[in-house]
Structure formats: structure tokens, C-alpha cells
């Protein structure tokens, strides 16, 4: 369902880097772009760049989704269930800031990806 955009998300900066590594790299990325639309909300575009962030956000999770509920995922049962479960609130927080944004909704997104992508990498955020 999602081979085509796997491929193009896999294609890491650096061909080197491990799955892990590329995870950690898309989430603070996708991190860096929220806290750019909060730290600059009076923006003239704010709007624009706020829902493309968003957008890219919510792709990577739903990119995780198709992962985590594939058969013969891995990982085990316990932290498949609770990735669903943070994913399915970036869902719902990312619907929330669309209809109606603020800058301190953004917080807890940022932090999310910034400490899974932590914990990818093995260190503390």
C-alpha cells in the first residue's frame, strides 16, 4: 500500500545511515519544521507552512502505522501497541491544530518525535 512512498522515505541523506538511524533523521526533521511554524507563528505564510509540516508529519506516522500492523513486524506486541497508540494521538492532535491552531498544541508533537527519534538513536532528548 505504501511501497512507493517506503522507497522515497528510505532514501536517507546518507546512504550509510541504518533504518534507525534514517527514523530518527526523518522525526527531528519533521520536529525542526513544527518548531519552526511555533517559534515564527506571526508569520505572514504561517498558515501554509503550519499544514505542510503537518502534512509531513502525519505522513511519516502513517508510514509507521503500515509498518507496526504489517505481519511478521519484529517488534514486540507491547511497543507495537503502544507506537499505534502514540500515533493515533499525533492523529488527533494534528486534526485538533489544523481546525483550530495555536503554537502550544505544537508542543507535544515536537517533543514526541524529538524523544522516539532519542530513543532511536539510543540517547536521552
Known amino acids: 500500500m505504501y ?15 541504518s533504518e534507525r538511524e534514517i527514523d530518527a533523521y ?3 526533521q519533521s520536529a525542526l519544521k513544527i518548531r519552526d511554524c511555533q517559534q515564527n507563528w506571526d508569520m505572514p505564510e504561517r498558515i501554509d507552512r503550519l499544514f505542510e509540516a503537518l502534512r509531513i508529519n ?6 509507521f502505522q503500515a509498518e507496526i500492523s504489517a505481519d511478521g ?14 500515533s493515533l494521538f499525533v492523529d488527533k492532535r494534528t486534526k485538533e491544530v489544523m481546525c ?8 507535544a508533537l515536537i517533543n514526541l518525535n524529538l524523544n522516539i527519534a532519542a530513543g532511536l538513536k539510543g540517547s536521552a532528548a
Request: no cysteine; aromatic share 8%; hydrophobic share 40%.
Open 58 to 63: 502525519s505522513f511519516l506516522w502513517s508510514i
Open 26 to 28: 526523518a522525526l527531528t
Open 73 to 86: 513486524n519484529p517488534l514486540p506486541k507491547q511497543l507495537r501497541e503502544d507506537l499505534l497508540t502514540l
Open 3 to 17: 511501497a512507493t512512498q517506503m522507497q522515497a522515505y528510505r532514501k536517507a541523506p546518507n546512504a550509510e545511515m
Open 100 to 107: 483550530f491552531p495555536e503554537p502550544d498544541k505544537l508542543t
